[in-house]
Each structure stands twice: as C-alpha cells, then as structure tokens.
C-alpha cells in the first residue's frame, strides 16, 4: 500500500520561507505525476503546483507563481515546495498527492502538514 | 479556468435516507481523448480527502457501492443509497479535464439531522 508523509510546516513570519517535504513510500512513484494541494482553515481545497514523473514539467497557480518552486528527489522517493516570500494567506494545510494518469485524480493522499504564516 | 459549482453546500440527512449533491462545470469537461475527467472527493473531519469516484461514475478501490456517480458534459451528481454515520464530512468533485489547473467545488457539507 501506498504511502505519502509530508512534514516541514510550521509558524512563519510573512516574508519568510519555508521547504515542505513529502515522503513516498509502498510503490514506484517515479514515474507518477505529484502534486501540492492545500487547504485554508475552513475552507475548501486548492490546487497549488504539480511536476511530472521526470521533474522536467512543473506548474504553478498564478498566486504562487515566482515565489513557489515544486521539485522531486526520485533517488530519494521525495517531493518538495520551496516556499518563499510566504503571506498571511498562504496560511492551510498543504497535502500532497499523486496525480494518476488512469483516475486523472488524485488516489493518494498524505495526512497534511500545516503552515501558519503570522506575525 | 474552470469553475465547479456545486449544490446544496450543506446537506442535512436522515440516517438510512438518500443524499445526492450535483456539480455544475463552466465548461464541458469531455477531454479530447473521449474521456470527462470529473471525479469525487471525500474529506471526513480532520482527515485528507480521499478518492470515491472518478470519470464520472467509477467508483474507487475500496469503495461501498452505495455511492454513486452520474452525469455528462457540464452536470454531474454524487448520490449515496443509504446515509451512514461514517459518511459525514465534506464532499468535493474536482475537475482534471482542463488542467492545468485543477479546479475543485467548494464542498457540500453532510451532516446528519
């Protein structure tokens, strides 16, 4: 079985940065799509980035664009978010998942790391 | 971008009854392929969403069959057969035909009355 473990989120001044990470376990992701998504407290879900099988393909939403970088370590099982310039409203829970290519969804899930971003 | 709307945005049912949400895209969400990439999400509380149905009506691994899915084009409907206590939580279809980006509803809440 499949599994996805991020970690890095924590309490962030606005202008700062933060590296979450997401560790994939239980099967070959290498070649799979991921994703970040994230949550707002309350609120629904967010698409936030994505980066193909290869690392060679990475997207972004436009209020992200230039301060996020999306990145994978495939000799590692990792997926990456350089956050930078971090703003109040950056502030969620930011899960990331694998995009299937036979779903086009997403069929796993981790658990979530939260980032605050607060003065 | 396209725009998921969905209906009601919360659902208050009877333990044992019928629920059913419907989803309403800007566009239609048939992808050149042939396939509409229209799926449904569950988010129980404090949980991460979860994969129930995907391409309109497939139901996920693992998934009880009184879930549901239905539709074409630009409306699509969840519907649950009987509501169980472990249904509660917030639903979500999400849209993978026009990406990027990825758009999701806004969620419709089910509770129970």
């Known amino acids: 079985e499949g599994q996805l473990l991020e970690s890095g989120g924590d309490l962030v001044q606005p202008g700062g940065s933060l590296r979450l990470s997401c560790a994939y376990s239980g099967f070959n992701f290498n070649n799979d799509g991921m994703n970040w998504v994230r949550q707002a407290p309350g609120k629904g879900l967010e698409w936030v980035s994505a980066i193909s099988g290869d690392g060679n393909y990475r997207i972004y939403t436009d209020s992200v664009k230039g301060r996020f970088t999306i990145s994978r370590d495939n000799s590692k099982n990792t997926l990456y978010l350089q956050m930078n310039s971090l703003r109040v409203e950056d502030t969620a829970i930011y899960y990331c998942?694998?995009?299937?290519?036979?779903?086009?969804?997403?069929?796993?899930w981790g658990q979530g790391t939260l980032v605050t971003v607060s003065s | 971008d396209i725009v998921m709307t969905q209906t009601p945005l919360s659902s208050p049912v009877t333990l044992g009854q019928p629920a059913s949400i419907s989803c309403r895209s800007s566009?239609?969400?048939?992808?050149?392929?042939?396939?509409?990439?229209l799926s449904w999400l569950q988010q129980r509380p404090g949980q991460p969403p979860r994969l129930l149905i995907y391409?309109?009506?497939n139901r996920f691994s693992g998934v009880p069959d009184r879930f549901s899915g239905s539709g074409a084009g630009t409306d699509f409907t969840l519907k649950i057969s009987r509501v169980e206590a472990e249904d509660v939580g917030v639903y979500y279809c999400?849209?993978?035909?026009?990406?990027?980006?990825?758009?999701f509803g806004q969620g419709t809440r089910l509770e129970i009355k």
């Open positions: 998942g694998r995009f299937s290519s036979i779903y086009y969804s997403y069929d796993y």
């Open positions: 566009q239609s969400l048939v992808h050149s392929d042939g396939n509409t990439y």
């Open positions: 391409k309109i009506s």
């Open positions: 999400m849209q993978g035909t026009h990406f990027p980006p990825i758009t």
